[in-house]
T-cell receptor, first 112, second 114 residues
């Protein structure tokens, strides 16, 4: 089955610095890898995704890197802001309509 | 922007009682899901629902759980006889048919079983 896990449970960064959140996965058959952000008291919110045939995708201040050789996914947040403080989950999905499998989550704390 | 709406936001119940959690998915979405999150833990898949039937369910989704889409808009999760370990946040989600892998989650319903 699919298994997705995170290396670091908590990450503290200074405002303005870049953040890197890492994730490992076990199932190479996943078609998409997705990052979700969960703020306190809210549901997970989509940030960015990457298809399995890509190795990098950029969004606004965020970049996702996929290394299929070592089954590793990372989320880079540039110029981290206090509003980025949240729990970040990586997730994997096989194909449209299938369930998402979530990792354990990393808490990102941004210090002002 | 369209939202997935969940009610109640918080429900407290006694062990053994039945609970129904309600969700109104986004209207043009086709796949619907329930996930749960025990405090401080990861989000866990419970069940997916498509074309008025369950398409997949997890080991957590045992005989105590059921889902229904009674009227074409509401999507409900029923727990027949709640246990202490059912205490969690329950999230409803749906998929945008134009964004194949993006789940839109509701804000969640917190269930506390005493």
């Amino acid at each position: 089955g699919e298994s997705v896990g995170l290396h670091l449970p908590t990450l503290s960064v200074q405002e303005g610095d870049n953040s890197i959140i890492n994730c490992a996965y076990s199932n190479s058959a996943s078609d998409y890898f997705i990052w979700y952000k969960q703020e306190s008291g809210k549901g997970p919110q989509f940030i960015i995704d990457i298809r399995s045939n890509m190795d990098k995708r950029q969004g606004q201040r965020v970049t996702v890197l996929l290394n299929k050789t070592v089954k590793h996914l990372s989320l880079q947040i540039a110029a981290t802001q206090p509003g980025d403080s949240a729990v970040y989950f990586c997730a994997a999905v096989k194909e449209y309509g299938n369930k998402l499998v979530f990792g354990a989550g990393t808490i990102l704390r941004v210090k002002s | 922007e369209p939202e997935v709406t969940q009610t109640p936001s918080h429900q407290v119940t006694q062990m053994g009682q039945e609970v129904i959690l309600r969700c109104v998915p986004i209207s043009n979405h086709l796949y619907f899901y329930w996930y749960r999150q025990i405090l401080g833990q990861k989000v866990e898949f419970l069940v997916s629902f498509y074309n008025n039937e369950i398409s997949e369910k997890s080991e957590i989704f045992d005989d105590q759980f059921s889902v229904e889409r009674p009227d074409g808009s509401n999507f409900t999760l029923k727990i027949r006889s709640t246990k202490l370990e059912d205490s969690a946040m329950y999230f409803c989600a749906s998929i945008n048919p134009l964004k194949a892998n993006v789940l839109t989650f509701g804000a969640g319903s917190r269930l506390t079983v005493l």
